[in-house]
Each structure stands twice: as C-alpha cells, then as structure tokens.
C-alpha cells in the first residue's frame, strides 16, 4: 500500500536542502502552488483513488531534482522516485506512471510543456505547474522566476521579462477543462494588464 504521507514527509526534507536562490522552484512552488492546484483540478476532472495518489506523488518528485541540476533536471526527479518509492509502498508499474507525468512538465525546444494529450494526469499535472499564470499573484511570481533566472545566467531586463511572459501567456493554453474555467478570465486579465505596462 503506497505511504503518500511518508512519501510527502521524505520530499519536504529533501527539499529544505534546495539552494536559496531558487526564488521561484523552491518548496514552496511544490507545497504551496503546484500540489493544491493539483489536487483542485483533479477533483474538478473526477480524478480520485489510485489516480489521485499517482498525480499528487508526481508533484512531489517533479523538481526535486533541482537538488542536482537546474536544466533538465526532471529525469533526476525521476530516478529520485524509482529510488525512494519502492520501500514506501509503491510498485514499478505506480512508479513508471509517475515517472510519466512528471516528465510531462520537461519543456521542449519552444519552452513548451508537451503532455501526451491522452493522458489527463499529464495534462493536469502540467496545468498545476503553470497554475499561477490565472492567478492575481502572476506578477510576484513571475518576479520570482525572473530573478532565479538571473541567477542562472539568464538575466532579462524587467521590460525584457514583461515582453518573454506575455508572448509565453499568448502562446500558452490550459489543456484541462477544470484549468480553462478556473484560470482563464485571470489569465485574460494578465494579459491584458501586461499589453498596458509595455504599451501595447
């Protein structure tokens, strides 16, 4: 029977060890945005039981491996769960299909989620980690972001970063219906309060 708890309990723990400058991919993301968003959706879908327990133990795992590497960190993630899983419970076939959706959120060389589209646990799993581009708090969070960013050699100028996220919301969609009317109209109103600070 898998522990979700001790599994929870082990990823936390893991997770304070994260380095500091991660404003954005910190526990925090993990615990307080992305697992919630999870788990809301989910219940929107009708996602329960064994599907339920899969998704959340998925969002646990899907940064954890940033406590090796910041690009292409989510196969760590991954072996991090086929690692630690088996002796909370989980069995090779549970942990394959977490190694699925968490791989789900790895971008692609248009820095785009790219989900199996049949999979509506990947599909709400990616609509969790971008939850935040719906929400009133989009611009303290894509602030984070930008600042992490800079941290790894990718500075931009605040104009710069304004001018990346309303091209990234433009080209962005949720795939989930649950996501598309929880998040949507926040999202419109994103970005329309980004086309006011650049002018357009």
Known sequence: MPDFDRAQE??????????????????????NDVLPAAEKLGQLEGI??????????AVLYHDLGYLEQYFKNEPIGVQM??????????????IGYISRIIMATQLN??????????????????????????????????????RELGEYGLSKSVKEWFKSQ???????????????K?????KHKNILELEGVLGN
């Open 109 to 146: 060389s248009q820095f785009r989620q790219d989900p199996n589209r049949e999979d509506l646990l990947q599909l709400l799993m990616c609509d969790a980690d971008l939850d935040s581009l719906g929400r009133d708090d989009f611009f303290v969070v894509g602030e984070n972001l930008r």
């Open 166 to 180: 309303l091209n990234f919301q433009k080209s962005h969609s949720y795939f989930t219906s649950a996501a598309q």
């Open 10 to 31: 082990y990823v936390y723990s893991q997770m304070r060890k994260l380095p500091s400058n991660l404003y954005y991919h910190g526990i925090h993301h993990t615990r």
């Open 182 to 186: 929880l998040r949507n109209a926040g």
């Open 48 to 57: 329960e039981g064994e599907d339920m327990l899969l998704l959340k133990t």
């Open 81 to 94: 769960a086929f690692d630690t899983l088996p002796s909370l419970g989980y069995s090779n076939k549970q």
